[in-house]
């Protein structure tokens, strides 16, 4: 079980899907380069932009991604998978089955917070 506490420390974003290719010796991999919103910190305010290493790639193309919005856990712990950094993740629903990206059904701007 988790707590409401632990859930809250989750920074679930809507983000937009810049870049996509395969990951050369994997089936199933994509390199995802996504832009999560924008750093204000910064100004002007720049994109903030990550990469994400993502095993859809039975289910979708590269092609089939660019442009989406998706939802990601934008401050996850950076993995690295076949020598790529992972830095977050994108949510996907499966019911044993192929897996479906969860997307805003709406427009919705680029590093909303789900909450």
Same mark, same amino acid.
């Given at each position: @079980?988790?707590?409401? #506490?632990?859930?809250? $420390?989750?920074?679930?974003? !809507?983000?937009?899907?810049?870049? %996509? ?5 994997? +089936? $199933?991999?994509?390199?995802? $380069? ?14 903030? !932009?990550?990469?994400?290493? %993502? ?13 989406? +919005?998706?939802?990601? !856990? ?7 998978? @076949? ?19 969860? @997307?805003?059904? $709406?427009?919705?701007? *680029?590093? #909303?917070? *789900?909450?």
């Amino acid at each position: @079980m988790v707590s409401y #506490s632990d859930f809250q $420390k989750l920074d679930l974003r !809507v983000a937009k899907v810049l870049e %996509a290719e395969r990951v050369v010796g994997s +089936e $199933k991999l994509i390199r995802l $380069k996504i832009e999560v919103g924008e750093d204000n910190c910064k100004s002007p305010p720049e994109k903030m !932009v990550k990469q994400i290493v %993502a095993g859809i790639g039975k289910t979708y193309s590269p092609e089939q991604l660019i442009g989406r +919005e998706i939802v990601v !856990v934008n401050n996850l712990e950076p993995r690295s998978l @076949m020598g790529l950094e992972s830095q977050g993740m994108l949510l996907a629903a499966s019911d044993g089955g192929e897996p479906v990206l969860l @997307m805003p059904d $709406k427009d919705v701007s *680029v590093g #909303s917070q *789900v909450k």
